[in-house]
């Protein structure tokens, strides 16, 4: 049975710690340790902490665990958590702020994530729709595993056999939705040097 710590109350733990993590244990400070947000997790069975032990590890500060932890990378922004918090509170949102903040520091533990996300959006970037094939090329090469494509070996061969995936080589497209992206990180950009204490 876990116990708490009373001469050290969640607030006084964590703001010792890093102010990347304020904003989201602002998000969840209300948060009352039910477990419905593990209940409804359809990745729950994958995550090697559950949300509920993940929300409480931000209440504590506990970095380190937090971050060496993959729940955040599995979460798939399905909103169940959020929809049914009887607290109400931006479950996804914090989740989505973990994995910033992960992709931020360059975490070891989300490199794949990383490689993932910014691989569909350049295929996104350049075509203004995903092309899987160049997709595939772009997440193979940011992983720098000579291996890896192996272990995509037999899915590629089904969707191919299915006409399900294109084989054209990467190009640089039109770039029709190149504005808007600069745009966003622009923005973004922005946005983080407002909040740089």
Known sequence: MNQV??????SRIAENKSRELEDIRRLIQACIQCGTCSASCPNQFA????????????????????????????CSACYFCTLRCPRGLQLTEAMYRLKQVAA??????????????GSFLESVRRHGRVREGEFMALYLG????????????PLG???????KLDLKPPS??????????????????EADDRNKP
């Open 5 to 10: 710590d009373h001469a050290h109350p969640p």
């Open 47 to 74: 995550m090697d902490l559950t949300p509920r032990r993940l929300w409480r590890l931000v209440l504590l500060g506990q970095e380190e665990e937090i971050f060496s932890s993959r729940t955040f990378c599995l």
């Open 104 to 117: 931020k520091r360059k975490l070891k533990t989300y490199k794949a994530s990383q490689a993932f996300y």
């Open 142 to 153: 940011a992983m720098k595993n000579p291996l890896l494509p192996f272990r995509f070996a």
């Open 157 to 163: 061969l089904r969707l191919l056999a299915k006409g």
């Open 172 to 189: 640089k497209g039109d770039m029709r939705l190149a504005a808007l992206f600069d745009k966003v990180a622009l923005v973004e950009s």
